[in-house]
């Protein structure tokens, strides 16, 4: 069983920075793939990014790709999304999720998600 819980969002203007946490509970989630995805109003939640248990694989979205980091800290069961040159259309409610494997939670998501965090980039 793991239990995720995603914080750091909130408002920052365009080219700024923002960075996400995730904490997990539960031994398994160092042995868990962790990834990010968003959803804006009105449009389908979006895969952001994702990176294995052992860090050595990360996945991210183009519209992401030069711009966002992912990483994570086994020894914390802590996930990280650094978010730089912010854009407005960036804002969305961002969700921490784990699964077994990064191929899974990168198509579709994992079977634990976290409760979201809003992050809102004004213009």
């Known amino acids: 069983q793991v239990q995720l819980e995603d914080s750091g969002g909130g408002l920052v203007q365009a080219g700024g920075s923002l960075r996400l946490s995730c904490a997990g509970t539960?031994?398994?989630?160092?042995?868990?793939?962790v990834g990010w995805f968003r959803q804006a109003p009105g449009r389908e939640r979006e895969f952001v990014a994702a990176?294995?248990?052992?860090?050595?694989?990360?996945q991210y979205a183009e519209a992401v790709k030069g711009r966002f980091t992912i990483s994570r800290d086994n020894t914390k069961y802590m996930a990280y999304l650094q978010m730089d040159r912010l854009k407005p259309e960036d804002t969305a409610v961002y969700y921490c999720?784990?699964?077994?494997?990064?191929?899974?939670?990168?198509?579709?998501?994992?079977?634990?998600w976290g409760q979201g965090t809003q992050v809102t980039v004004s213009s």
């Open positions: 990176i294995s248990w052992n860090h050595e694989t990360v």
């Open positions: 999720t784990a699964e077994p494997y990064i191929a899974d939670v990168s198509s579709r998501g994992g079977a634990y």
């Open positions: 539960g031994r398994a989630f160092i042995n868990y793939a």
